[in-house]
């Protein structure tokens, strides 16, 4: 490796040697392995973590409108959203919305895309298991393969060691539990990063067809038509130092439009199943209602509603003018800068997309992973204090989303 994993330099093979320690002699073995293989190591030892202490909260659980008092992995991991899934994957999805008493439309499976379920359904099928280890099964297979591309990513701008860490660092992320729950999250990181790797290579065909796939994961594949709209532009202005020819030139614009397309895709979906145009988006907003009642999707709003709601009295806007300035300084930051340009456009292009269309809660955090590309950035600094001190909060990190949003505790009004 070029780099060590957590201390920032690689010790020479006779230091190694004449050092004999177990730890001496166990990274010199795990220098040997090849990348996939120190991957995939790191993979299954952050998943013992987040394991263990997903236990340790199911072995606490008290009765709650998912579960028994004290579930098993399986059933503890099937809660929130992973309900949903299994409805879908039991019975699809309505072609008749239904309606709270007062007709607006309630909560129900139109706003989980189908590509999770019916990839789960499918293994169920045919290996007769139970949808909850299946599902859980299905998302930390993904997972694992995200690690990989990840890493295929990291190592085109950092040194090798830097991105065994930067995968460390999505390895223990404070929602990295996430990662072997019964939710989608999994599969629609593997899909954006295998399409992020592709873009960086300019395979922008092969791309198209993942995303395609993606656009019925998750929601956000919109923003990736912003992103190689970027990327479009971007290339354009550099034409004279990397060519960008015309025929390249169509073919960019084509494949960001189809993306555009895609990602608007499941809404028109809705319509179509269910006869009522606004199908995707009511269901959506129904999630809001217990915050700010029930009303139309403006753009742009839902972030000051949000901020006003959750800190009254104009301070809450304030708040987020900062967030949003700090988060933008951090992308001009000689860390952020070492990543691609079509990184930080993808990144850039989701926020967006998020101000654009999400309401701030406590699932905020799980629909920013889609930003993992920006772990690279604290990959770069190779303190060994700093690497040491940010994977202990990461883990502890780890634990408190897990106290505040996963585990039930009573009413509660914090879902992941």
Known sequence: ???????????????????????????????????????????????????????????????????????DYASFAKIWDGQWYYIVAQIGYPSVLPLTADGHVAQNQWAFLPVYPVVTRGLMELTGASFAPTAVFVSVLAAAATALVFSRILVR?????????????????????????????????????????????????????????????????IAFALALALHWGHRYLRRETEPFPPRERLKVGVVAIATGVFGLAWPVVAAIATGRLDAYTATELSWRADYIGYGHLLPFTSWVQGANWWVPGGAGVVFLVVAVVLF?????????????????????????????????????????????????????????VFRVSLVAVFVIAQWIWLYYCWWVNGYDWTPP
């Open 1 to 71: 490796m070029a780099d060590g994993l957590i201390t920032g330099s690689r010790p020479s093979v006779r230091n190694e040697v004449s050092a004999a320690t177990p730890l001496s002699r166990a990274r010199a073995i795990v220098d040997r392995l090849p990348w996939w293989a120190q991957v995939l190591l790191i993979f299954v030892a952050s998943r013992l973590v987040s394991t263990a202490l997903l236990l340790g909260f199911a072995g606490a659980q008290a009765t709650n409108p998912w579960t028994v008092s004290r579930p």
């Open 157 to 221: 701008f950092l040194p090798a060691g830097s991105a065994l860490f930067g995968v460390l660092l999505f390895c223990v992320a404070p929602l990295s539990p996430l990662l072997q729950v019964a939710y989608a999250e999994s599969l629609f990181l593997l899909l954006l990063a295998v399409a992020l790797l592709l873009l960086l290579q300019r395979r922008y065909g092969l791309m198209l067809l993942v995303l395609a796939v993606a656009s019925f994961t998750r929601p956000g594949v």
């Open 328 to 384: 933008g300084l951090f992308l001009v930051t000689p860390w952020a800068r070492r990543l691609p340009i079509d990184l930080r456009f993808w990144v850039v292009a989701y926020v967006l997309y998020l101000l654009a269309v999400f309401f701030p809660q406590s699932s905020t955090f799980r629909v920013l992973m889609p930003i993992f590309p920006l772990l690279g950035a604290l990959a770069v600094p190779r303190s060994k």
